[in-house]
């Protein structure tokens, strides 16, 4: 049984006034039936993962460079990442691919980079509104599939998140026909390449818009195992509902 998982992507949000909302969640789901994930600014880890003590609410970084040391100035390796406190790291977001240009094996490289330090990553993919209407929506999604994934991956180190680009922070959700479509081809492609065993237990969220008031609907969708959530994350008023209907899912 796949556990489910609510993580909230802050990006660049945040200033240390921020950590109450963590203490907020902590006290509205004391005993949460669900994996909980925030990733916060690089600059409040640290701080978010001692607010987050003693309680399973986990701790995650944005992003990680693919070296452990070097020359970068301004990033952040995964090994930072692991001394700060952090258990997961996302990898791959649309936002990172567009502003950042990184490709699919820049992507793998900092999903190998990762795993090496003990990580969990999200490795995040998605079509453009341009692929969906052109219908290459699989096409797009199996590339991703096979540029950004080590060849050597496991359940416990790796989780998939599919964002439509169209769908972050536009209010425009995919009806649910077409995140199960997109949901059930990811889950094929993983036991096709990883075999049943890995490839059946690898979680995969939905990311997009999600909120309260659509998460019920979302969470019923096959292959559904929770979300990855942006703005609707900031708040614990607004990330707990979410959190409650994939508890009750």
Same mark, same amino acid.
């Given at each position: 049984?796949?556990?489910?998982?609510?993580?909230?992507?802050?990006?660049?949000?945040?200033t240390s006034d921020? /950590?109450?909302?963590?203490?907020?969640?902590?006290?509205?789901?004391?005993?949460?039936?669900? !994996?909980? =994930?925030?990733?916060?600014?690089?600059t409040l880890i640290?701080?978010?993962?001692?607010?987050?003590? !003693?309680?399973?609410?986990?701790?995650?970084?944005? !992003?990680?460079?693919?070296?452990?040391?070097?020359?970068?100035? $301004?990033?952040?390796?995964?090994?930072?990442?692991? !001394? *700060?406190?952090?258990?997961?790291?996302?990898?791959?977001?649309?936002?990172?691919?567009?502003?950042?240009?990184?490709?699919?094996?820049?992507?793998?490289? +900092?999903?190998?980079?990762?795993?090496?330090?003990?990580?969990?990553?999200?490795?995040?993919?998605?079509?453009? /509104?341009?692929?969906?209407?052109?219908?290459?929506?699989?096409?797009?999604?199996?590339?991703?599939?096979?540029?950004?994934?080590?060849?050597?991956?496991?359940?416990?180190?790796?989780?998939?998140?599919?964002? #439509?680009?169209?769908?972050?922070?536009? $209010? +425009?959700?995919?009806?649910?026909?077409?995140?199960?479509?997109?949901?059930?081809?990811?889950?094929?492609? /993983? @036991?096709?390449? %990883?075999?049943?065993?890995?490839?059946?237990?690898?979680?995969?969220? %939905?990311? $997009?818009?999600?909120?309260?008031?659509?998460?019920?609907?979302?969470?019923?969708?096959?292959?559904?195992?929770?979300? =990855?959530?942006?703005?609707?994350?900031?708040? *614990? @008023?607004?990330?707990? #509902?979410?959190?409650?209907?994939?508890?009750?899912?």
């Amino acid at each position: 049984m796949r556990r489910k998982l609510a993580a909230g992507n802050w990006k660049m949000n945040g200033t240390s006034d921020a /950590l109450a909302q963590l203490t907020a969640l902590r006290n509205a789901h004391p005993t949460p039936g669900v !994996d909980i =994930l925030i990733c916060p600014p690089a600059t409040l880890i640290s701080a978010a993962v001692v607010t987050a003590a !003693d309680h399973p609410l986990a701790i995650g970084g944005q !992003d990680c460079h693919m070296a452990q040391i070097g020359a970068h100035t $301004g990033d952040i390796s995964a090994a930072m990442l692991k !001394d *700060a406190g952090a258990s997961y790291v996302l990898t791959g977001h649309s936002e990172r691919r567009t502003d950042h240009n990184e490709t699919d094996e820049m992507i793998r490289n +900092k999903t190998k980079a990762a795993h090496a330090e003990g990580l969990i990553a999200v490795v995040c993919i998605g079509e453009t /509104l341009k692929e969906r209407e052109a219908a290459n929506t699989l096409d797009i999604i199996a590339g991703q599939l096979a540029g950004s994934l080590p060849d050597v991956l496991t359940a416990e180190n790796t989780v998939i998140a599919y964002e #439509p680009v169209w769908a972050i922070g536009t $209010g +425009k959700v995919p009806t649910t026909n077409q995140i199960g479509e997109v949901h059930d081809y990811i889950r094929t492609k /993983l @036991e096709q390449r %990883y075999g049943a065993g890995v490839g059946k237990s690898i979680r995969i969220l %939905y990311g $997009g818009s999600v909120k309260g008031s659509n998460a019920d609907e979302i969470f019923a969708v096959s292959n559904v195992d929770g979300a =990855l959530v942006g703005g609707a994350s900031l708040k *614990a @008023e607004d990330f707990s #509902p979410i959190i409650t209907a994939l508890e009750n899912a």
